[in-house]
């Protein structure tokens, strides 16, 4: 049986990259979560006026591999003290957002953040939300597994 996980932090090309690199994630799709507009397309993402964010969704078995080994996956793969956005990529579709799936996920989402928060590593808050998750809109082919088709790079570290 598998579950899911949904997390925003920057360009989503990197952070799907990163993912499906886990032992235990058995999918990942890029997508858009968290606005007003149904079936949005990149474009209309990209205004910054539809209130998504650039998301991966990964599917992952909990035999293998924790929601809180993800969770901590995901701050590493970026600055979480930044606020709409990472690196180069500005606008609230870039926040830092972890999306739960119910209510384990916000609490150990909520532990990890607070840990991290206090842990002094950071010169700044930790600015990543902690949302429901809501209608999960994948984004379009082009952008599936686009860093493995065309290479490139984007904001997330090492990539």
């Known amino acids: 049986m598998t579950e899911k996980a949904t997390f925003g932090a920057g360009c989503f090309w990197g952070v799907e990259m990163r993912f499906r690199e886990m032992d235990g994630v058995t999918d990942a799709t890029v997508g858009y979560m968290g606005g007003h507009v149904d079936h949005p397309s990149y474009k209309q993402v ?15 078995d909990p035999e293998r591999i924790g929601y809180e080994a993800l969770v901590r996956a995901f701050f590493e793969l970026h600055d979480p003290t930044q ?9 609230s579709q870039y926040r830092s957002v972890v999306f739960v799936h119910d209510e384990t996920q916000r609490r150990i989402a909520e532990s990890v953040k607070a840990e991290l928060d206090q842990s002094g590593r950071f010169k700044a808050p930790v600015a990543t939300s902690i949302e429901s998750a809501q209608a999960f809109w994948p984004a379009e082919d082009y952008h599936q597994q686009y860093l493995a088709k065309n290479g490139g790079s984007c904001s997330i570290p090492g990539l």
Do not use: K, L, Y
């Open 46 to 60: 990209c205004t910054d006026r539809t209130g998504h964010a650039e998301v991966c969704q990964v599917v992952f």
């Open 83 to 91: 606020v709409d956005r990472q690196g180069p990529d500005v606008g």
